[in-house]
């Protein structure tokens, strides 16, 4: 079992940043592709953001592109997301997850483990 924190959200002013973390534990960190997904109440879960094992592929969704950072530091066994410009739109509830298998996972069915979420509210 691998075990995920996210942390970093909060309110923030649209046209403002963010990095949101996510800290695992439990397995080896580093053979895990991790991903950022997002829930706005009412709507599905969608994928943000993935990052391979090495760190040497990523992948954004359209939304994001531009905007958004993902990032890895395997020494401390933590995933980011740095979010710049942020809109509205951006609202939701921001899931951490890794996948032990695929490269660059973007499907939510890919991934094997879940954080709980933490909140990103971009006002006005």
């Known amino acids: 079992q691998v075990q995920l924190v996210e942390s970093g959200g909060g309110l923030v002013q649209a046209g403002g940043s963010l990095r949101l973390s996510c800290a695992a534990s439990g397995r080896t960190f580093s053979s895990y592709a991790m991903g950022w997904f997002r829930q706005a109440p009412g709507k599905e879960r969608e994928f943000v953001a993935a990052?391979?094992?090495?760190?040497?592929?990523?992948y954004y969704a359209d939304s994001v592109k531009g905007r958004f950072t993902i990032s890895r530091d395997n020494v401390k066994n933590t995933v980011y997301l740095q979010m710049n410009s942020l809109k509205p739109e951006d609202t939701a509830v921001y899931y951490c997850?890794?996948?032990?298998?695929?490269?660059?996972?973007?499907?939510?069915?890919?991934?094997?483990?879940w954080g709980q979420g933490t909140q990103v509210t971009v006002s006005s």
């Open positions: 997850a890794a996948d032990a298998t695929v490269l660059v996972p973007v499907t939510i069915s890919a991934y094997d483990y």
């Open positions: 990052i391979s094992w090495s760190g040497g592929s990523t």
